[in-house]
């Protein structure tokens, strides 16, 4: 793959603003009103992420932790997934800097990363 930067995939749960801030930043993020994806599964929101190398920021923790730990049994590979906590948009763009610099895409690759 050889890729540097992480693509950020928004679930739709996840506010608007981050993808704001980290595309005010220089960073690649989409949601999924971008995507047109709203009302999807939380499955097929990941499918449509790793189809498309994308790391999925959520709120959603039990549902992606679910899926993660499905993938791996399957063999299945997604770009990665960041669980965050529920903080303004601000804490969290400021704690996903902190990891957007220091991970490239490829490391991330079937990651499950808590915020």
Same mark, same amino acid.
């Given at each position: 793959?050889?890729?540097? #930067?992480?693509?950020? @995939?928004?679930?739709?749960?996840?506010?608007?603003?981050?993808?704001?801030?980290?595309?005010?930043?220089? #960073? *690649?993020?989409?949601?999924?009103?971008?995507?047109?994806?709203?009302?999807? /599964? *939380?499955?097929?929101?990941?499918? @449509?992420? /790793?189809?498309?190398?994308?790391?999925?920021l959520?709120?959603?923790? /039990? *549902? #992606?932790?679910?899926?993660?730990?499905?993938?791996?049994?399957?063999?299945?590979?997604h770009a990665?997934? #960041?669980?965050?906590?529920?903080?303004?948009?601000?804490?969290?763009?400021?704690?996903?800097?902190?990891l957007?610099? *220091?991970?490239?895409a490829?490391?991330?690759?079937?990651?499950?990363? @808590?915020?």
């Amino acid at each position: 793959m050889n890729r540097l #930067f992480i693509h950020l @995939y928004l679930d739709e749960d996840v506010d608007v603003l981050i993808a704001q801030l980290l595309r005010g930043r220089g #960073f *690649d993020a989409t949601t999924t009103f971008d995507a047109e994806r709203v009302g999807s /599964s *939380d499955e097929q929101q990941l499918l @449509y992420a /790793s189809a498309n190398e994308m790391a999925v920021l959520t709120h959603n923790r /039990s *549902d #992606f932790e679910a899926l993660a730990n499905r993938f791996y049994e399957t063999g299945q590979t997604h770009a990665g997934i #960041f669980i965050a906590t529920r903080h303004p948009p601000q804490r969290i763009v400021q704690r996903l800097l902190i990891l957007l610099n *220091d991970i490239t895409a490829d490391d991330m690759v079937n990651q499950l990363i @808590y915020l």
